[in-house]
C-alpha cells in the first residue's frame, strides 16, 4: 500500500504521523481565524502517541542565532484522525479555531517558515536544511514560502487568507506535496472552526447528489473511495476519481474531481484511492454573482493510494442519440436547485455526468481550433448540418445540444493539440472526464486523443462582377490597426483581392486608430495610417487602389478595445464608382436626408445617423455615404451594433438566458430604420444597403425591427438554412453580419464568403459577404 501524504525523509521516511497544515496568518488583518495553527495527521493504521512530542518553529531566514520555538504535545493521534495545535492568537479574525489538542505561543510568519514534528520537547539546533536532515529527532518537517530549511523545495508561501496544507503522496519535496487554500483546523473530535461538525463519511454519489449544488457543500467529508481515472499536470491541477460501485441513480455521478492547486498530484490512472477533503462548488468568477455553472470537487484534500494499477471504470460511450435534443428546463431563473432530468435535457445529462469519464469515436469538428488549444465537435452529425461540416444556429428554439468542447490533458511536449478545421474528424476514440467551463460549457478533457482526418474544405472565392453589376462587400477586419504585424495585413488584403474578387464597395468594421489599443487614452484617434497599410497591401496583394472615407470617433467613446477608437469605414475603387462628397461629417454631427426635385442626397456624406443618440452609448455610429455608379446614386450605410456582451450564457445557470445586450441593438436598429425610411419617403426606388457586423442572429428582434413592413430585405436569409452563417461560436455556425437591400434589386447575386470562421488560421473572426446588383 502507498500511503499519499506520507512526509519526505529526512532522516527516514515517516508512513503514520505528518503535519498536515500550517497556518500562520490567524489574527492579522483580513484573517477570518483570530489563532495560528499547526494540524497533525496519521495516515498509519495505528494510533500514535505523542507524549514527549513536540511541534517547533523556525523563521524562514534563520540567522546563526535564531532558535527554534517549541510547544510540547500529549496524547495521541488515531488512524485517519487530525491533532490540531494552536498557536498565538492575535487582535484580528472573527472566528475561534475548535478546541485544540495542544496549546502553545508560538507566532509564526504568515508568508514563510518552518515547522517541525519533533520526537522530543529539546529545542532543535539545525538552522541548516543539511543539518535538519540529519537530525535524528525530526520526525517530519515543512518549509513554506520563502523557508531556508525544508524538504528539497518550501511548500507555496501562505498568507493572512490561506493555509499550506499537504496533499498528495510522499516526493520528498514540501513544493510538490501542499498547496496553499483556506484554512481547514480540525481537532481529534474531527470539530471544525466555528462550530463545525466531524466529517461526513461519504461515496462521491453522495457529494455529486441529484442536483447542481451538492447536498454536502462546504462539508468535510472523509471515506471517499474510487479509482483514478485522469489527471491534470498543468494549470489548475488535481486528479479525477470514480466509484465503480454506482448508485443506480441516473442523476448522481459517480465521478469527481480533487482539486490539489499548483501541485501535480503523485496518483496515476488505475490507483484505487480514499479521499477526505472539503466539498465545494467552484464558480469561475464570483459565486454571488456568476451566470456560470459550478463545478463539484474536493478541496484541502488528503488520500491513500490503497492499490495500484486497477481497471479503470469503463468511459460512457456517448453516441448520436445519448444526448437530449432539449437544453434545459426553462423555469424563467436559476436552474441550481432543480432535481437533473438527464433522460431530457442536454445541460442535465452532462451534470449528471461531471467528472466521469466519457468517450466519443469518430467525431466530426464542428469548431476549428482556437489559440486557447481548444476544438468543438459535435455528437448529433444530422443536427442542423452545414453543407461545410458545421453545425447552423437555426433559432433560439434550437440549440445544438450534440457540441462538446475538447481541451487536452496530455502535455503538449508529448503530443500537441491538433490544429484542425471545421468538416476535419477526430478519428477513433477520443476519451476523457466531463468538467464545466465558463467558455463553452461542458468540455470533454481528454487522457485519450483521436487522430484527425481532414475534411477538405478551402477558402472559397466568389466571382468577379461583371462590368455592369456594382459589388457591395461587408467585412469586420478585427481590431485592425496599424500596429499590426504586415501578415494580417497581407492576410486581410488577399481576401479582398483574391476571394472577394475587388468589390467596388466595401463596409469595413473594427478600424481602429493608429496606435491601436496600445494607445489607451492618448488622445489619439486617427486611423489614416491604417487605412492607408491596408489599402497598400491590397494594391500590393493586385487589387485596385482604393480609397477611403470614414469619420474619426470621439476617444473612448464608440466601445471597443480601450484605446482602439473603433469605427466603421468605406473603402471604394474609384475606377469603378465615385463617391459623393460632402464636408461638414464629425463625429457629432448627424447626417441629414435632403430631398431636390424628386431625388434625394445626404446632407453630409460620409456622415453618422443621430451620433447623439443614447442607442449609441459606447458603440461604433453607422456612417452613411453616397456612391455613384454609372451615373445612378446608391447609399450605403456602415454599422457595427453593439456587441453580446453581458448577455447570460446559452450553458449557464439561468434558463432561459437573458440577452440583456439585446435591448440596445433594438434602439440602434430602431434608429437605422428610422434613417431609412427617411430616404425611402424622399425617393420610393432609392438604392439603399445596410450592411455590417450586426452582432445578432437573423431571427432576433434587432433584424426583425430593420426588416418590418419589407422594406428592407436581409439578404441572408435569400440562401439555404445550412448556408446561413458568417461567424462560428462554440462550435456552432451563426449570423453576425448582415447585407440588407431596400428593395430586391435587378440581377441580385449574394454571398457569403467562407474564409475564416471555419479555419484554426484566421485573417479575422468572421467571414465577409457580398452582394453584386444593376442599380435602379
Known amino acids: 500500500m502507498v500511503v499519499a501524504g506520507a512526509p519526505v525523509a529526512l532522516a527516514a521516511p515517516s508512513a503514520d504521523a505528518l503535519i498536515g497544515e500550517v497556518y500562520g496568518g490567524g489574527g492579522n488583518s483580513g484573517a477570518t481565524l483570530t489563532s495560528d495553527f499547526v494540524e497533525l495527521t496519521n495516515v498509519g493504521g495505528a494510533a500514535v502517541s505523542l507524549d514527549g512530542w513536540s511541534v517547533q518553529y523556525l523563521p524562514a531566514s534563520p540567522s546563526a542565532t535564531s532558535k527554534w520555538q517549541v510547544t510540547p504535545l500529549t496524547g495521541s493521534v488515531a488512524p485517519g484522525a487530525r491533532y490540531l495545535v494552536a498557536e498565538s492568537t492575535g487582535s484580528g479574525g472573527s472566528v475561534a479555531l475548535p478546541t485544540p489538542d495542544a496549546t502553545g505561543g508560538i507566532a509564526m510568519a504568515a508568508g514563510a517558515g518552518t515547522v517541525a514534528l519533533v520526537h522530543s520537547t529539546t529545542a532543535l539546533t539545525c538552522i541548516t536544511t543539511a543539518d535538519c536532515a540529519a ?25 493572512n487568507t490561506a493555509s499550506v496544507s499537504r496533499t498528495g503522496a510522499d516526493t520528498d519535496d514540501n513544493a510538490a506535496d501542499f498547496t496553499a487554500g483556506n484554512p481547514t483546523p480540525t481537532n481529534t473530535k474531527g470539530e471544525t472552526a466555528g462550530g463545525g461538525t466531524p466529517p461526513v463519511a461519504a461515496k462521491v454519489h453522495d457529494i455529486q447528489g441529484a442536483t447542481r449544488i451538492s447536498p454536502l457543500n462546504g462539508e468535510k467529508v472523509t471515506g471517499v473511495t474510487g479509482t483514478v481515472t485522469a489527471i491534470r499536470s498543468f494549470g489548475s491541477r488535481g486528479f479525477w476519481f470514480t466509484d465503480p460501485h454506482p448508485d443506480g441513480d441516473p442523476r448522481t455521478s459517480e465521478g469527481l474531481f480533487v482539486y490539489t492547486g499548483s501541485t501535480t ?84 445529462f452532462w451534470e449528471a455526468h461531471e467528472g466521469e469519464t466519457v ?36 433559432g433560439y428554439g434550437e440549440p445544438n445540444t450534440g457540441v462538446l468542447k475538447v481541451e487536452s490533458l496530455i502535455p503538449f511536449s508529448q503530443r500537441p493539440f491538433p490544429v484542425v478545421n471545421t468538416g476535419d474528424e477526430l478519428t477513433g476514440l477520443t476519451s476523457g472526464p466531463i468538467e464545466y467551463d465558463r467558455y463553452g460549457g461542458y468540455t470533454l478533457q481528454a487522457n485519450v486523443l483521436g487522430g484527425v482526418q481532414s475534411g477538405g474544405i478551402t477558402k472559397e472565392v466568389t466571382r468577379k462582377q461583371s462590368p455592369g453589376e456594382l459589388a457591395v462587400a461587408t467585412y469586420n477586419v478585427e481590431n485592425l490597426s496599424a500596429v499590426d504585424g504586415q501578415e494580417k495585413f497581407d492576410q486581410l488584403a488577399h481576401g479582398i483581392v483574391d476571394n472577394l474578387s475587388s468589390p467596388d464597395i466595401v463596409t469595413l468594421e473594427e478600424i481602429q486608430d493608429n496606435n491601436g489599443a496600445d494607445g489607451n487614452g492618448d488622445g489619439l484617434v486617427a486611423a489614416d495610417q491604417t487605412l492607408k497599410r491596408f489599402t497598400d497591401a491590397i494594391a500590393a496583394a493586385g487589387g485596385p487602389r482604393y480609397q477611403w472615407r470614414e469619420i474619426d470617433p470621439e476617444e473612448g467613446k464608440d466601445g471597443g478595445q480601450p484605446g482602439g477608437n473603433i469605427r466603421v469605414g468605406f473603402l471604394f475603387n474609384p475606377a469603378r464608382v465615385s463617391f459623393v462628397d460632402r464636408s461638414g461629417g464629425d463625429a457629432t454631427t448627424p447626417v441629414s436626408v435632403v430631398k431636390q426635385h424628386h431625388q434625394v442626397h445626404l446632407s453630409v456624406s460620409p456622415g453618422r445617423i443621430d451620433p447623439a443618440n443614447t442607442a449609441w452609448e459606447d458603440s461604433r455610429k453607422p456612417l452613411a455615404g453616397e456612391f455613384v455608379f454609372r451615373g445612378r446614386t446608391v447609399f450605403v450605410i456602415a454599422n457595427h451594433f453593439n456587441s453580446k456582451g453581458g448577455d447570460q450564457p446559452t450553458h449557464g445557470r439561468y434558463q432561459p438566458p437573458t440577452r440583456s445586450s439585446e435591448l440596445q441593438r433594438g434602439e440602434q436598429a430602431q434608429v437605422v430604420r428610422g434613417f431609412v425610411d427617411q430616404l425611402l419617403t424622399g425617393d420610393p426606388h432609392a438604392n439603399v444597403i445596410v450592411a455590417g457586423d450586426l452582432n445578432d442572429y437573423q431571427f432576433s428582434p434587432a433584424l426583425g425591427t430593420l426588416t418590418a413592413g419589407g422594406k428592407l430585405t436581409d439578404l441572408i436569409g435569400t440562401l439555404p438554412v445550412s448556408e446561413r452563417y458568417s461567424y462560428v461560436y462554440e462550435g456552432s455556425s451563426q449570423v453576425l453580419d448582415h447585407i440588407l437591400t431596400a428593395q430586391r434589386p435587378r440581377g441580385m447575386d449574394y454571398d457569403v464568403v467562407h474564409i475564416n470562421a471555419e479555419f484554426a488560421t484566421q485573417a479575422s473572426d468572421h467571414d465577409p459577404q457580398i452582394v453584386r446588383f444593376r442599380p435602379y
Do not use: C, F, M
Not at 535524528?136 to 501562505?158: F, K, N
Open 135 to 159: 537530525d535524528p529527532s525530526i520526525h517530519d518537517l515543512v518549509g513554506y514560502g520563502a523557508a531556508t530549511v525544508r524538504e528539497t523545495d518550501p511548500a507555496p508561501a501562505a498568507s
Open 265 to 348: 498530484p503523485a496518483v496515476a490512472p488505475g490507483d484505487d484511492v480514499t479521499v477526505t477533503g472539503t466539498v465545494a462548488e467552484y464558480y469561475p468568477d464570483n459565486p454571488a454573482t456568476s451566470v456560470y455553472q459550478s463545478t463539484t470537487e474536493l478541496t484541502s484534500a488528503q488520500w491513500t493510494v490503497e492499490s495500484s494499477g486497477n481497471p479503470v471504470p469503463a468511459p460512457t460511450v456517448i453516441t448520436p442519440n445519448t444526448v437530449p435534443d432539449s437544453l434545459a428546463p426553462q423555469p424563467g431563473g436559476d436552474v441550481e436547485s432543480l432535481p437533473l432530468e438527464p433522460a431530457k435535457y442536454s445541460l442535465d
Open 359 to 394: 468517450s466519443v469515436s469518430d467525431a466530426r469538428v464542428v469548431g476549428p481550433t482556437t489559440e486557447y488549444s481548444e476544438l468543438y465537435l459535435t455528437t448529433k452529425p444530422g443536427q442542423h448540418p452545414t453543407r461545410r461540416g458545421g453545425t447552423v444556429y437555426p
